[in-house]
């Protein structure tokens, strides 16, 4: 069985020392709320698909496009994002099911929030929002896709 490290943001003051990530807590810090579900949906859809042996369809064809030659331009480049925030979508909901969570981190759903030009210009931004069951969302900056 795998296990992961997931994230969760804490208070500056709640910060000791100078590292960067720290295990220093006297009890592990459980991720949990809308930050467990949106930590969940970004590993979902930043996982090649078919880079997981045991499960060639898990993940998404969006972490595919990192070295790949579709054009920034290209409007195939927006398509493959939506359709893939449709496939993470759907995934999750699949763990939803099988797993016990509760409402604030169950999926709702997931949308393209923005898709634009870098203020440089030569790149672009993903923007997606996440919803939860009970309708709390958050909107995550997923990466800046530039030229290189």
Not at 58 to 79: C, I, M, Q, W, Y
Not at 133 to 146: G, P, R, S, V, Y
């Amino acid at each position: 069985m795998a296990y992961d490290i997931h994230f969760q943001p804490v208070p500056a003051d709640e910060v000791a020392g100078l590292k960067i990530f720290t295990f220093g807590f006297t009890a592990a810090l459980k991720v949990q709320g809308l930050q467990a579900l949106v930590n969940r949906w970004a590993k979902t859809f930043m996982t090649p698909k078919g880079s997981d042996p045991l499960d060639p369809n898990h993940g998404t064809d969006f972490a595919n496009l990192a070295g790949s030659n579709v054009d920034r331009d290209s409007p195939e480049l927006k398509d493959i994002t939506i359709i893939s925030i449709d496939e993470a979508n759907t995934q999750v909901r699949e763990q939803d099911i099988a797993g016990v969570y509760p409402p604030e981190e169950s999926l709702l759903t997931a949308t393209l929030e923005g898709f634009r030009e870098t203020l440089d210009g030569v790149g672009l931004e993903v923007w997606v929002t996440i919803t939860n069951m009970n309708e709390d969302k958050l909107t995550i900056k997923l990466m800046d896709l530039a030229t290189r």
